[in-house]
């Protein structure tokens, strides 16, 4: 399964963008670049996933390096809520399974 | 989207019992997955529940530790089988409709073995 590294921690403030990166140096060609998030005492909740193109939905930005080693995760605004563990995942197409690494635990400063 | 519920929501068991957790899907789903989280850990994959069928088990867990079950496309049930202090985490399920789609997860059962 291909691996993704991650920063273990980042902050910002209130109302700020939020970029967290993401790398995936060995994915393949079908694998799916997947972002999860876990607050605290819940289980993970889906954010957002892309294959190739940048995506945008109502919670983040996704952006996907051209040779697909990295990607970005973007919060265009932060909010106290969104603190929380950022977890970017690859996902085989074939298979659908999630093999979690570490996160990113992202603190939001009011 | 899929609303997931998973009961009990936390026990505090003695070692060498068993438990088994049951996780129930408001609508039918394709894939279950069940994981386990350790303290102040990430997740890690446990199986993956087949309707009609065994799991399919990840490297490093045995059906006679983790028996699971999926009698239909709404619910499934993981049995963690001979508890010791080693198993205390946190155990969620999940679920996708359909191949390629979102998995929505549980709220996880909080396990303690004393």
């Known amino acids: 399964d291909a691996k993704t590294t991650q920063p273990n921690s980042m902050e910002s403030n209130e109302e700020e963008p939020v970029h967290l990166p993401c790398n995936h140096s060995t994915i393949s060609g079908t694998d799916y670049i997947h972002w999860y998030r876990q607050l605290p005492s819940q289980g993970p909740e889906y954010v957002i996933h892309g294959l190739t193109s940048n995506v945008n939905n109502r919670m983040a930005s996704l952006a996907i390096a051209e040779d697909r080693k990295s990607s970005t995760l973007i919060l265009h605004r932060a909010t106290l809520r969104d603190a929380a563990v950022y977890y970017c995942?690859?996902?085989?197409?074939?298979?659908?399974?999630?093999?979690f690494g570490t996160g990113t635990r992202l603190q939001v400063f009011p | 989207s899929a609303v997931i519920s998973q009961k009990p929501s936390r026990d505090i068991c003695q070692r060498g019992t068993s438990l088994t957790i049951q996780c129930q899907v408001d609508?039918?789903?394709?894939?279950m997955f069940w994981y386990r989280q350790q303290p102040g850990q990430s997740l890690t994959l446990i199986a993956t529940?087949?309707?009609?069928?065994?799991?399919?088990?990840e490297s490093g867990f045995v059906i006679d530790k983790f028996p699971i079950s999926r009698p239909n496309l709404t619910f499934s049930t993981l049995t963690v089988s001979n508890m010791s202090p080693e198993d205390s985490s946190i155990y969620l399920c999940s679920g996708q409709g359909a191949v390629g789609e979102t998995q929505y997860f549980g709220p996880g059962t909080r396990l303690l073995v004393l």
């Open positions: 529940a087949n309707q009609g069928s065994e799991a399919t088990y």
């Open positions: 995942i690859l996902s085989d197409y074939n298979t659908d399974k999630l093999i």
């Open positions: 609508s039918q789903v394709t894939m």
